[in-house]
């Protein structure tokens, strides 16, 4: 898996490409956790060359919303193609976390 990262404004963009499994998912929590360890309290994660996520994947996705919310930031997800909007959906996570459409949607109010 690649992960990426770009700023726009004060809202740190993190895309993920490839599969976020049992595998992948230690460095992209070690990613994540560095980016809010030096000062990024606004994510936005763009799934939409994500092509898998597994139930590890799912945990980071929460542990990072949790770990924003605690600092006063938050967490935003967008671009979820089919595949892993159907596990979201499934899982109930998409009601818990903040999905939206495109980058520009939820960049949006941030």
């Keep these: 898996m690649e992960i990426n990262n770009k700023d726009a404004g004060d809202v740190k ?26 000062g990024g309290s ?9 092509n898998y996520i597994s139930s590890a994947g799912l945990r ?4 990072t919303a949790k770990k924003l919310r605690t600092a006063g930031g938050d967490l935003r997800l967008c671009n979820l193609n089919q595949s892993v909007q159907e596990v979201f959906e499934i899982s109930g996570f ?13 960049l949006d109010g941030f």
Excluded at 42 to 50: F, Q, R, T
Excluded at 60 to 63: E, G, N, Y
């Design 13 to 38: 963009v993190v895309g993920l490409d490839g599969n976020l499994d049992t595998n992948t998912s230690p460095a992209a929590q070690q990613h994540l956790d560095d980016l809010i360890d030096n």
């Design 60 to 63: 980071i996705m929460l542990a």
């Design 94 to 106: 998409s009601s818990i976390l903040s999905v939206h459409g495109s980058e520009v949607e939820a």
């Design 42 to 50: 606004k994510v936005l994660i763009d799934l939409e060359k994500l």
